[in-house]
């Protein structure tokens, strides 16, 4: 990780996840801003990952690592354009699961953007 997420991005993401988990399409589309075409994507690219009955999750803050796995539960890198990408691997009922979440912080803010789920 060479950048760090400040308590209110790392909020955001926790928020952003559990509406994913919980299919929630109003938060998405109001309080993240993801248009209906996207979230039918993001929802669609879940269920090839994790069970409807499941609880997705980010991991905790202080998960700095899992055991077996060399990559950090959650990375966070800076881009040439300023920006701060992070790659959050995603838990489905507090196990670590394949699917990793990539978004964007465009500035101080937790103003975050998705980009993509991926593995």
Do not use: W
């Not at 938060?27 to 609880?55: C, G, H, M, Q």
């Not at 701060?84 to 990793?100: F, N, Q, S, T």
């Not at 953007?113 to 991926?118: A, D, E, T, W």
């Amino acid at each position: 990780m060479d950048a760090a997420i400040t308590g209110d991005q790392y909020g955001a993401l926790e928020r952003f996840v559990a509406a994913i988990s919980e299919r929630n399409r109003k938060a998405l589309s109001e309080r993240f801003l993801v248009p209906e075409y996207v979230i039918e994507e993001i929802f669609e690219v879940i269920s090839d990952y994790f069970d409807d009955e499941v609880t997705i999750t980010a991991p905790h803050r202080k998960m700095t690592f899992i055991p077996g796995n060399p990559r950090p539960p959650v990375d966070a890198y800076h881009t040439n354009a300023g920006t701060v990408i992070v790659d959050c691997l995603l838990l489905a009922d507090g196990v670590p699961g394949e699917a990793i979440l990539h978004i964007e912080f465009v500035d101080d803010s937790d103003r975050l953007h998705y980009r993509y789920i991926g593995s």
